[in-house]
């Protein structure tokens, strides 16, 4: 009896590790959940204005709209937009779109691109102010590398 509690010890504790990774991992999810930002425009607003969101929602899909106005551009105006699944390792966003995510309007295919999550630390009891963001470093879409978004 003593070797077969001792074995059922192991298995709760075993199941109790799990389940508190299972809850940090989806409390991590959490953070990162949400709608990010990047707007910018010249001090002429006729000239040039850039406004790229993305909104990572928690059933791990995503959406990105990409506003671009350049007066002198050819054409002047661009939307575009991209959407798919994303997934969470630690700090890295990895993004993947299939065929059926893509179609005349959502063009943008962001399969391989990956950002870095930026956040304060729950453990850094500091007063110091660490905005949360999104900085891509790989993508297939050359103007995404690089791209740093802040979230909402």
Request: aromatic share 12%; proline share 3%.
């Amino acid at each position: 009896d003593l070797v077969r509690s001792r074995g059922l010890g192991d298995v709760y504790k075993r199941q109790l590790i799990c389940f508190a990774l299972l809850i940090s991992s989806l409390l991590n999810a959490q953070d990162v959940v949400g709608t990010y930002e990047l707007h910018s425009k010249s001090t002429d607003p006729k000239n040039f204005e850039l406004k790229r969101t993305l909104t990572l929602n928690a059933d791990g899909t995503f959406e990105y709209y990409n506003y671009r106005r350049v007066k002198s551009g050819i054409p002047p105006e661009t939307h575009t937009y991209g959407k798919g699944t994303w997934t969470q390792n630690k700090k890295v966003i990895s993004f993947s779109s299939e065929a059926s995510d893509l179609d005349d309007k959502f063009t943008l295919d962001f399969s391989g691109t990956k950002a870095r999550f930026i956040g304060k630390s729950p453990r850094d009891k500091s007063d110091r102010i660490i905005k949360t963001a999104l900085s891509f470093y790989q993508s297939e879409i050359s103007w995404i590398t690089g791209m740093k978004l802040l979230k909402e």
